[in-house]
Antibody
Framework: QVQLVQSGSELKNPGASVKVSCKPS????????INWVRQAPGQGLEWMGW????????MYAQGLAGRFVFSLDTSVSTAYLQISSLKAEDTAVYYC?????????????????WGQGTMVAVSS | QSALTQPPSASGSPGQSVTISCTGT?????????VSWYQHHPGKGPKFLIF???KRPSGVPDRFSASKSGNTASLTVSGLQAEDEADYYC??????????FGGGTKLTVL
């Protein structure tokens, strides 16, 4: 079964850091790029950017703070989202999502497989 | 405030059809044929319904259809079923390093 499995919920103090993991299964890790999307409480989805699972090169959404970093550990076929200097407004569910490849292209800008989401709560 | 505008709610009775709109600008929906739609049940990851404006991935029922006119995209759910009750999100490519989502529409099956 093709799926993305994310790490569990986190409760952090303001100023701390958190690292969310996203581990694909059921397919070869480096054949699909991974995107990150977040949803703040009561809000819609917000695209954060993506990481090339071949090169490890991250691309961040315009305006995304430098406190957000995408990375890979290819030895364990896992993608990571690290957030440093956490603020209350970072409280959200964070999703990883696999880019969808049609029969002709992977440039569909759609995401076919999503992780179950990781709740990151920032509160003192 | 989301970049794409969706109505906060929509509803219909079982068997009926309902259409959800998604309004952007000439820089996103109006400029590219990269509109996607997702169904989201709380507590789960979103489900992929539509890509490239009106194409369905394998496994998505043809009760789900979509279109685009100008700066507005639309998703139609036909033959409403109880399990269609969920939040629906549109997204559109908006150029380099820009992918925009709508604020979501809560669909209620009466």
């Amino acid at each position: 079964q093709v799926q993305l499995v994310q790490s569990g919920s986190e409760l952090k103090n303001p100023g701390a850091s958190v690292k969310v993991s996203c581990k694909p299964s059921g397919y070869t890790f480096n054949t699909y790029n991974i995107n990150w999307v977040r949803q703040a409480p009561g809000q819609g989805l917000e695209w954060m950017g993506w990481i090339n699972t071949n090169t490890g090169n991250p691309m961040y959404a315009q305006g995304l703070a430098g406190r957000f970093v995408f990375s890979l550990d290819t030895s364990v076929s896992t993608a990571y989202l690290q957030i440093s200097s956490l603020k209350a407004e970072d409280t959200a569910v964070y999703y990883c999502a696999r880019v969808y490849c049609s029969s002709t292209t992977c440039e569909t800008k759609g995401f076919d497989i999503w992780g179950q989401g990781t709740m990151v709560a920032v509160s003192s | 405030q989301s970049a794409l505008t969706q109505p906060p709610s929509a509803s219909g009775s079982p068997g009926q059809s309902v259409t959800i709109s998604c309004t952007g600008t000439s820089s996103d929906i109006g400029a590219y044929n990269y509109v996607s739609w997702y169904q989201h049940h709380p507590g789960k990851g979103p489900k992929f319904l539509i890509f490239e404006v009106n194409k369905r991935p394998s496994g998505v029922p043809d009760r789900f259809s979509a279109s685009k006119s100008g700066n507005t995209a639309s998703l139609t759910v036909s033959g409403l079923q109880a399990e269609d009750e969920a939040d629906y999100y549109c997204s559109s490519y908006g150029g380099t390093n820009r992918l925009l989502f709508g604020g979501g529409t809560k669909l209620t099956v009466l």
